[in-house]
């Protein structure tokens, strides 16, 4: 667990900061890349994914992702917060490790996750380096779950 600096916590919150509001294109992206993931989604298996893009189910998964993801980006802020990151993100993966949910596939929505954000902010190498250095932490917390 290497904590961000706090010029790369900048870079994590401003870049999150273009893309928080856009809840279902995110969820959309993950699931239009990984039909997989989707699958696993007892209200969302294997049902068209542009049928269900519009429904208040998806808008309340989504809603439910971006606000999980902005948590740990506030928890990030202050190292003193470590031991709340730590509690919150094991317990995360308990409950997606019940569900079936792989490593691979955590791998799968980091790819699309990365993939929808470098696109949709102000991006450069050292955003990148900043969100790989943040996912590595809560993926290094989450696959001791998984
Ligand atoms: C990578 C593959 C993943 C799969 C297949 C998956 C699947 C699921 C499923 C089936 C649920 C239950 C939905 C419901 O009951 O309506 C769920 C809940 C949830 N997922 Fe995921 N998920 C994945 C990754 C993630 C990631 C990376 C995040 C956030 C960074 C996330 C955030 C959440 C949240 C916040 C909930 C609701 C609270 C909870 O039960 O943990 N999921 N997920």
Redesign the pocket.
Request: proline fraction near 3%.
């Given at each position: 667990y290497t904590p961000l600096s706090s010029d790369q916590y900048s870079l994590v919150k401003s870049t999150w900061d273009q893309v928080s509001h856009n809840e279902v294109d995110i969820l959309y992206a993950?699931f239009k890349a990984?039909p997989?993931?989707?699958?696993?989604?007892?209200?969302f298996n294997g049902k068209d994914l542009d049928s269900v893009k519009g429904t208040p189910?998806f808008a309340?998964?989504a809603t439910?992702?971006v606000?999980?993801?902005g948590e740990?980006v506030t928890l990030t802020s202050s190292e003193a917060n470590a031991p709340a990151v730590q509690s919150t993100v094991e317990?995360?993966a308990v409950?997606?490790h019940n569900?079936?949910?792989?490593k691979d596939?955590?791998?799968?929505?980091?790819t699309a996750?990365f993939s929808y954000i470098s696109s949709h902010s102000t991006w450069g190498d050292n955003a990148a380096a900043a969100w790989n250095q943040a996912i590595d932490n809560?993926y290094g917390i989450?696959f001791t779950k998984l």
């Open positions: 993950i990984y997989d993931i989707q699958a696993k989604f007892p209200q189910d309340l998964h439910r992702i606000s999980f993801i740990l317990a995360f409950r997606h569900r079936g949910v792989t596939q955590f791998n799968e929505f980091r996750f809560i989450a």
